[in-house]
């Protein structure tokens, strides 16, 4: 399978706001302490991005949102979600990772920024709307699609931001943006993915998702016990498991739950 598409807009012509992310180890005070104990954080040297996508893989827990959280905090995001303007704190639960990284940063400085994380979507919902009520736009809700996010599903909110809030020419980081969207809605983010890639923008975004990992101008890394290492998209278990599945599921539910069927035979 061809991982780069030439035919791609952007494709040539981009270029690396971040280049980047190292960790300054000598800072460190503790590598048996969060969030330095955790394996991939514990190994990380020097991160390279891609100038279009760089997919952050890997099991829960190995460290992925901790990562993604520390860029965002670097580059001035709300720790929980939001761009630049948005400084509000529900959880003070941020690692302090971000103290001991460096990130290097490329060509050109970008005109907007976001961190979009799945899990507290629903609080940088409630802020940007407090933000709308408090200055209010001549077309209410305008950057979300013309209705609150609140009354659209999570989903629908996800995308409808993902569509009019973020601008190009931009820094993103998704933290699974997966989570909310049907399959359809996937092969929408990934459309969309690409416009902010031909509008000159970057993104890195950690994902479990096999349909947004393939995108073609991408680099993925995947965390594990053994540290971060690249890999290539027909490796990933995320690919692998999920062909081996629909290829056939018969077999697999076979093997699945036949061992389930020889615990409850042997209790029996
Ligand atoms: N605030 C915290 N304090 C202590 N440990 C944490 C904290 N947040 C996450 N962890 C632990 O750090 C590891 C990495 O978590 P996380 O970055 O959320 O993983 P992922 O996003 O890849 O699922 C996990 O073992 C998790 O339990
Ligand atoms: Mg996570």
Do not use: W
């Not at 005070?29 to 969060?34: I, L, R, V």
């Not at 099991?59 to 901790?66: L, M, R």
């Not at 761009?83 to 907007?112: I, K, N, W």
């Amino acid at each position: 399978m061809h991982r780069s598409n030439p035919h791609a807009k952007g494709h040539l012509s981009q270029r690396s706001f971040l280049n980047a992310v190292r960790l300054e180890r000598d800072r460190v005070q503790n590598f048996a302490a969060y969030p330095f104990c955790v394996p991939a954080i514990q190994r990380l040297q020097r991160l390279e991005f891609h100038p279009a996508v760089t997919f952050l893989v890997g099991e829960n827990g190995s460290g992925k949102s901790t990562l993604l959280e520390a860029i965002a905090v670097k580059l001035g995001c709300n720790a929980e979600g939001g761009g630049s303007g948005l400084q509000f704190a529900t959880h003070d639960t941020h690692s302090p990772l971000h103290r001991c990284l460096v990130l290097e940063r490329g060509g050109g400085t970008p005109s907007d920024r976001f961190f979009l994380r799945a899990e507290s979507f629903y609080n940088v919902a409630s802020e940007l709307e407090k933000i709308e009520a408090e200055f209010p736009s001549r077309i209410p809700f305008e950057a979300y699609g013309g209705k609150s996010l609140h009354a659209q599903s999570h989903g629908e909110a996800f995308l409808s931001l993902l569509n009019n809030r973020l601008q190009g020419n931009g820094i993103y980081l998704f933290d699974e943006p997966e989570s909310a969207l049907s399959p359809q809605r996937q092969l929408s983010a990934l459309t969309l993915l690409h416009r902010l890639v031909c509008e000159h923008s970057q993104l890195v975004i950690a994902t479990h998702s096999p349909l947004l990992l393939a995108y073609p101008q991408a680099k993925i890394y995947q965390l594990s016990e053994a540290g971060i290492a690249e890999i290539r998209y027909t490796d990933t278990e995320h690919y692998q498991i999920t062909r081996d599945f629909l290829n056939q599921p018969e077999r697999m539910l076979d093997i699945l739950l036949s061992s389930q069927d020889d615990d409850l035979k042997s209790q029996t």
